[in-house]
């Protein structure tokens, strides 16, 4: 059973030494979910002298006012042979077998912390002390409450004291050990007051009562040592500390339990306590206490240690690893993070993630519609098409077939496709650039450094307009290839005139009839709706080509290319990572380190039994 109070002696070092003090953080502490045992009295109460007489040495700061200002967590370990030695975790190379050094270093200690303006501080001091005259066990020692504060105190000092026992004794998993003087009413308990308010039913509390010999005569303590006065679930114990004068003759800590035992032994009112009573029934029923408080929560907390490093990691990987310091580790984190959004693009592109259903939408409902608007039979209305014809024919009218009138026919409606060819590389365009937002915000890695986020997006912008501007050139190149040369074999397969009945000895001007002009302007709508089908294949097909298919392939290279060129101090620049996020990785990194420490631990003493 020793084993289990070291691992909580282990557990304990290795929260402060992670800064896991137990107060109030956005951290999962592990502090908290430590059995421990906090030690509680008013000033004056003789909660040192207890302290003390579990150790059997002189090692605590005395004086007047508040002389214990940080926790002191108090790890006892016992040892064979005769050796007794103290460490604090501060120093960890440096053994005190001189305790005069020790109650000196604790002062030093609690100084270095709060200075000597005698403020307080819940950072706690660590020591352990090892001897063959005490029991496994580990205690808390609490700032003294007091009514009033002492010169050089600010006036929340009362309050700030109280608050901070109270964030210790309030835990659950808080043993706590209330120390009340018997030469005063104990209704007035500083300890036993503020103990009733976190544990009503008196479940966790051990009650301790000094300075029992210094009771006035003709009254005694039984009724409240019996639990009469007040009931606790656990025990009451009486102990007997040195007075004053003795700790001023320096009288041996060994002689004064002797003492003790007499006192109890002999005092008829006490006869029949005594087996119960005293500094070394008191250690040893806190030792065994300890133990199997700690033994019952073992399984929880192995559970909660499980399960906080699951959040812990999942919350480190959500931050992102922390930055390379050289040139070569920056650049190679930019192009990773770089990676990943290009990866995280092409999935959008290619239908693993959605957006890219929006570019089909374009090519088989928005630019066919576009086209359709385009209304080309009123652009062939007779009064038109008359009008284009005999401008056309100039001063000398067409001998057989308007030729040049059908060509401009033709081109006055081709190059109105222009229009919707534009506006559907347009609108490919618009939805590139929404997929590239969409991928930006869907790299994680891109928002743990704003700029480099913001230089990717303008990095990835610059290059759609680029690839849109391409696409314009080669879809308006295709409208102007259908302009430029007539499909021959469509006129061929016309009918002529003649064949239809026509006499071509018929004056020239009676060929601009209504049925003449209608039938021009059916032909020319025929062929135009013929080259539509054309380009409502081929204009998707060229926006592809330039637009999709270069964003999939090159939609960050020239960013790559400049990027190699930058200096450290630039790269460091798109590394510019919140403070806010660095600090918290820090510790994040901390906590889960402690969490990690302490399942091994706990493994190790499961494994062992």
Wanted: charged share 30%.
């Amino acid at each position: 059973m020793e084993n289990l109070i070291s691992l909580v002696n282990k557990l304990q070092r290795a929260c402060t030494a992670l800064g896991d003090h137990g107060e109030e953080s956005a951290l999962p502490t592990l502090w908290d979910s430590l059995p421990a045992i906090a030690v509680v009295g008013g000033q004056s109460s003789g909660k040192s002298s207890v302290l003390e007489s579990f150790v059997g040495k002189d090692f605590l700061p005395r004086g007047s006012g508040i002389v214990t200002r940080r926790p002191l967590v108090l790890q006892l370990h016992r040892i064979d042979g005769d050796r007794e030695y103290a460490e604090f975790m501060h120093l960890p190379r440096k053994r005190f077998t001189d305790f005069a050094l020790v109650r000196k270093e604790i002062a030093d200690e609690t100084d270095r912390e709060t200075g000597r303006s005698k403020q307080i501080s819940s950072v706690p001091i660590h020591l352990s002390i090892y001897s063959p005259n005490v029991v496994n066990l580990t205690l808390i020692d609490l700032p003294g409450l007091t009514k009033v504060a002492v010169e050089g105190q600010p006036d929340s000092i009362v309050q700030d004291i109280e608050n901070m026992v109270r964030s210790f004794i309030e835990k659950p998993n808080c043993i706590i050990l209330a120390v009340s003087p018997a030469n005063q009413d104990l209704a007035t308990s500083d300890a036993i007051k503020i103990s009733r308010e976190v544990d009503p039913k008196g479940e966790r509390t051990f009650g301790v009562l000094t300075k029992i010999d210094l009771m006035d005569k003709g009254t005694d303590a039984v009724d409240i040592l019996e639990g009469r006065s007040y009931r606790l679930q656990q025990q009451w114990i009486g102990v007997v500390n040195r007075s004053q004068q003795d700790i001023n003759k320096n009288v041996d800590m060994i002689a004064a339990r002797r003492r003790e035992r007499e006192y109890f032994s002999t005092t008829p009112e006490y006869k029949h306590l005594a087996h119960r009573m005293g500094s070394e029934h008191l250690a040893k029923s806190l030792s065994k206490h300890l133990e199997t408080v700690i033994k019952s929560r073992i399984p929880g907390l192995q559970s909660l240690i499980t399960k906080t490093i699951a959040e812990l990691e999942t919350e480190l990987n959500r931050l992102g690893k922390p930055i390379a310091t050289d040139a070569g580790g920056k650049l190679y984190t930019i192009m990773e993070i770089c990676r990943m959004f290009d990866g995280i693009y092409k999935e959008h592109l290619d239908g693993v993630r959605p957006g890219g259903e929006k570019i089909y939408h374009v090519f088989d409902n928005q630019f066919p519609v576009a086209i359709k608007r385009l209304q080309f039979d009123k652009q062939l209305a007779m009064e038109n098409v008359k009008k284009l014809i005999t401008e056309a024919d100039g001063y000398q009218p067409h001998l057989i077939a308007p030729e040049q009138g059908y060509r401009r026919l033709i081109e006055s409606c081709l190059v109105s496709i222009r229009g919707p060819a534009e506006a559907a590389v347009d609108a490919v365009h618009a939805i590139l650039k929404e997929l590239v937002h969409k991928a930006i915000n869907e790299t994680h890695e891109l928002k743990q450094f704003p700029t480099l986020r913001v230089e990717v997006g303008n990095a990835a912008f610059e290059s759609l307009d680029r690839m849109r501007d391409e696409s314009k050139k080669n879809t308006l190149k295709l409208v102007d290839m259908e302009c430029s040369y007539l499909t021959v074999d469509f006129f061929r397969k016309l009918p002529q005139d003649v064949e239809k009945g026509g006499n071509p000895s018929h004056s020239i001007f009676d060929r601009y009839n209504d049925s003449y002009l209608r039938r021009i302007g059916t032909t020319v709508l025929a062929y135009i709706n013929m080259v539509c089908s054309t380009l409502r294949n081929s204009i998707p097909k060229s926006i592809v080509y330039c637009q999709v298919r270069e964003a999939k392939r090159s939609l960050l290279d020239h960013f790559f290319t400049e990027l190699g060129a930058r200096e450290i101090k630039q790269l460091s620049k798109l590394l510019d990572e919140d403070p806010a996020v660095m600090e918290r990785r820090t510790n994040l990194a901390k906590r889960l380190e402690l969490y990690r420490s302490a399942q091994a631990e706990i493994d190790a003493v499961a494994w062992s039994k």
